[in-house]
């Protein structure tokens, strides 16, 4: 079975500052996709990017970017110009194939604090 | 408007007794999936389905059930409710593959 690990439990940075959130997977798929999605302090869960793995070039929508290192099995997220709203906890998370569809698997998350 | 509702948003359970935890997509989507979250582990997949009618175990099956009467609606069933089952559960639908659209999920305490 596949396997999605965030080490990094929380982080704290100041806000407009630059932060990066560690994923790394496990996967026996030659092609596969992942994602990464947010939960706001209200329990609400937005799906944000997506990283194709037969794509080089790394996602980027809005101020969310990634870093997509196949080798080594990473998805970092890139939150660029960091804002008090950008609190919240990140899910990376990666696609996996079932019987008849596919279903995903998620990581633990990491808790990211964005402060004045 | 909101296209994965749930239904209650909060539940209250006594040990033994029988839940069940609605969800509502407007998205027409074929796939549908229930987690539950708890502190510490993320979003665990319960069960999920590819379209009405059809119900697959996910990653922790075990004490749920499920069922997908048609392609709006997808149900978690808890008939011996325990209170290790208390979490908070997300409902989500998906398709063509992609990204997932949750509901904004039930919290559910079993005393």
């Known amino acids: 079975a596949q396997k999605v690990t965030q080490t990094q439990t929380s982080i704290s940075v100041v806000e407009k500052t630059t932060v990066t959130m560690d994923c790394v997977y496990e996967t026996r798929d030659s092609s596969y996709f992942l994602f990464w999605y947010k939960q706001t302090a209200s329990g609400e869960i937005v799906f944000l990017i997506r990283?194709?793995?037969?794509?080089?070039e790394n996602a980027t929508v809005g101020h969310y970017s990634l870093n997509f290192q196949k080798p080594k099995s990473s998805i970092g997220l890139i939150i660029t110009a960091t804002q008090i709203e950008d609190s919240a906890v990140y899910f990376c998370a990666m696609r996996e194939e079932g019987t008849g569809g596919y279903k995903v698997v998620f990581g633990s998350g990491t808790r990211l604090l964005v402060s004045p | 408007e909101a296209a994965v509702t749930q239904s209650p948003r909060n539940k209250v359970a006594v040990t033994g007794g029988k839940v069940t935890l609605s969800c509502n997509q407007t998205n027409n989507h074929n796939n549908m999936y229930w987690y539950r979250q708890d502190t510490g582990h993320g979003l665990r997949l319960i069960h999920y389905s590819y379209g009405a009618g059809s119900t697959e175990k996910g990653d922790i099956p075990d004490g749920y059930k499920a069922s997908r009467p048609s392609q709006e609606n997808f149900s978690l069933i808890l008939e011996l409710a325990t209170p290790s089952q208390t979490s908070v559960y997300f409902c989500?639908?998906?398709?063509?593959?992609?990204?997932?659209?949750f509901g904004p999920g039930t919290r559910l305490t079993v005393l």
């Open positions: 990283q194709d793995s037969y794509k080089k």
């Open positions: 989500a639908s998906g398709g063509g593959g992609w990204e997932q659209y």
